[in-house]
């Protein structure tokens, strides 16, 4: 699994992964990329998320209680190959 695909399978804060393109959220890779490089608290996982939300894609909502498991998610992934 890979940072693309948790970004589109379970972030998905525009509920689109039904209809866009799998490359829908890949402008934010390298964001959550550098996030996980620095050996993250899901805490700080949602706060990157919740950033990008705030400031891209102009969301005012605050923590949705999913995005815990999205971060766990993420923090699982090996992204120091």
Same mark, same amino acid.
């Given at each position: 699994?890979?940072?693309?695909? $948790?970004?589109?399978?379970?972030?998905?804060?525009?509920? $689109?992964?039904?209809?866009?393109?799998?490359?829908?959220?890949?402008?934010?890779?390298?964001? $959550?990329?550098?996030?996980?490089?620095?050996?993250?608290?899901?805490?700080?996982? $949602?706060?990157?998320?919740?950033?990008?939300?705030?400031?891209?894609?102009?969301?005012?909502?605050?923590?949705?209680?999913?995005?815990?498991?999205?971060?766990?998610?993420?923090?699982?992934?090996?992204?120091?190959?």
């Amino acid at each position: 699994m890979a940072i693309r695909e $948790v970004l589109f399978h379970d972030w998905d804060p525009l509920e $689109v992964n039904d209809i866009a393109p799998e490359d829908e959220y890949d402008s934010y890779i390298g964001q $959550v990329y550098r996030t996980l490089s620095n050996s993250p608290t899901a805490e700080c996982v $949602v706060e990157t998320l919740i950033r990008i939300e705030n400031e891209y894609m102009e969301h005012d909502e605050q923590t949705r209680p999913h995005l815990f498991q999205v971060a766990e998610k993420l923090l699982k992934l090996n992204v120091r190959r």
